[in-house]
Nanobody, 126 residues
Framework: QVQLVESGGGLVQAGGSLSVSCAAS????????MGWFRQAPGKEREFVAA????????SYADSVKGRFTISSDNAKNTVFLQMNSLKPEDTAVYYC???????????????????WGQGTQVTVSS
């Protein structure tokens, strides 16, 4: 049984910073990729960033490139998302996701990920 548990998030003013983290547990868990998605009210879940676990290569949505940074602590099976220069349009529930299957490219579609966290709210006020 694989569990992803997010922490962090909260309320911040526009231009501020927040970080969220996701700790993975499970006896046989060996991720190939871990990432972050977000979903705002009335909108579809969208890709934010992902990281190929062993290689450390990353992928970002255009909307967050240059403002968000994904990183990991492989020893602790934890992935982080540092969010800077936040905008009101970044307001959403942020979900951690993971998958163990090999991919030639870092997947950016939500259906490519099997494991999901419960989500954590990030609210950016204007």
């Amino acid at each position: 049984q694989v569990q992803l548990v997010e922490s962090g998030g909260g309320l911040v003013q526009a231009g501020g910073s927040l970080s969220v983290s996701c700790a993975a547990s499970g006896r046989t868990f060996s991720p190939y990729v871990m990432g972050w998605f977000r979903q705002a009210p009335g909108k579809e879940r969208e890709f934010v960033a992902a990281l190929r676990w062993s290689a450390g290569s990353t992928s970002y949505a255009d909307s967050v490139k240059g403002r968000f940074t994904i990183s990991s602590d492989n020893a602790k099976n934890t992935v982080f998302l540092q969010m800077n220069s936040l905008k009101p349009e970044d307001t959403a529930v942020y979900y951690c996701a993971a998958d163990q299957r090999f991919r030639r490219a870092i997947p950016r579609d939500y259906y490519e990920y099997v494991y999901w966290g419960q989500g954590t709210q990030v609210t950016v006020s204007s």
